[in-house]
């Protein structure tokens, strides 16, 4: 799909709700994807008469970020588009790994927009990015509602998170950059390979076009019948529960044990969030350890967080662990 400002202005306008006049923010890395969306915002709001604001963050894992953050304003500026540039406190930069750089960085964002009365923030995710965390997921070994990967809009923090380029390959959001002249930079951690997302981005990049094809195709699937596999998994759980109440949850062992997999997990998900609140989570790789001894002839017990689960002759027994 050819990356235009119609089609871009079009799929925001369906996809997303306003209030009249809107205040959005748009995070700004001064990478070749967030300075398309800000243009692209730019042209939008031209339309629909909000207030913008361009938000850069100085992460300070690097000596120069602050020098970094400060060459992309003045890019900004000399394109007469004012921003401000919002720093990460050194003591919250302590293990200097993408995951902590990403929760810095929402909660410096979301702070200032909840600050400012700003209930949107637009980020640059596009479609690669949700391959690659879809793989990188699937390497860690997500279960189904892990595979989804990237969200078109969630909320952090009370703020409205919107990604409005997830239908559009970096590919087409380059072509759109050089097609605009829209100048960027290049962010060097993406080239960093000590950490797992730019390996994953270069495996995706060198891999050939049937394997390209493959993990697209099976991304494709889940995100999907996300909906169906859901209904699906309520289905299986009440035809094949025996008994429940608040502490213990019984079902047919010979039954659900014929499922797909990922519903057997997700089903498995299911009676631990009901037996220990819906909040409550479980590492993926816990459950599918679980199924692998389920399928042994001699399995008998097994130990899922604070849930005991016993095989007693055709039946399959959850019940919370007792103090």
């Known amino acids: 799909m050819k990356l235009t400002h119609n089609k871009f202005s079009k799929i925001i306008n369906k996809k997303f709700i306003f209030e009249k006049n809107p205040s959005f923010a748009v995070a700004v890395s001064g ?5 398309c969306l800000l243009f692209l915002l730019i042209n939008w709001n031209n339309y629909i ?3 913008l604001t361009v938000l850069i963050i100085n992460h300070n894992v690097r000596s120069d970020s602050l020098k970094e953050a400060k060459s992309i304003s003045i890019v900004l500026k000399n394109k007469n588009i004012k ?5 990460v406190k050194r003591n919250k930069v302590i293990k200097k790994n993408m995951n902590e750089a990403r929760i810095n960085r929402y909660s410096l964002l979301t702070n200032y927009c909840r600050n400012n009365n700003i209930l949107h923030l637009f980020v640059a995710h596009h479609k690669d990015d949700n391959l690659e965390t879809f793989l990188y997921r699937k390497v860690s070994g997500s279960d189904f509602d892990g595979l989804l990967s990237i969200k078109e809009i969630s909320l952090i923090n009370k703020i409205n998170i919107l990604r409005p380029l997830l239908e559009f390959t970096k590919e087409e959001i380059l072509v759109f950059n050089k097609v605009n002249e829209i100048p960027f930079v290049k962010d060097p951690t993406n080239l960093n390979k000590k950490y797992t997302r730019p390996s994953i981005r270069d495996f995706l990049n060198k891999t050939n076009v049937q394997n390209l094809n493959a993990i697209n195709k099976e991304f494709l699937k889940i995100k999907n019948y996300s909906k169906k596999y859901k209904m699906i998994t309520s289905i299986n759980l009440i035809e094949n529960i025996i008994d429940i109440n608040k502490k213990k949850i019984t079902v047919n062992y010979n039954k659900i044990i014929m499922l797909d997999i990922l519903l057997l997990e997700k089903l498995i998900k299911n009676i631990y969030q009901f037996l220990n609140g819906i909040s409550a989570n479980i590492r ?3 459950i599918q350890i679980l199924i692998t001894k389920l399928n042994l002839e001699y399995f008998k017990f097994f130990n899922l967080g604070n849930i005991l689960i016993r095989k007693v002759d055709e039946n ?7 103090n």
């Open 31 to 35: 990478g070749p994807d967030s300075m």
């Open 83 to 87: 921003s401000k540039i919002l720093s």
């Open 284 to 286: 993926s790789k816990k």
């Open 316 to 322: 399959l027994i959850f019940f919370k662990k007792t």
């Open 49 to 51: 008469k909000g207030k």
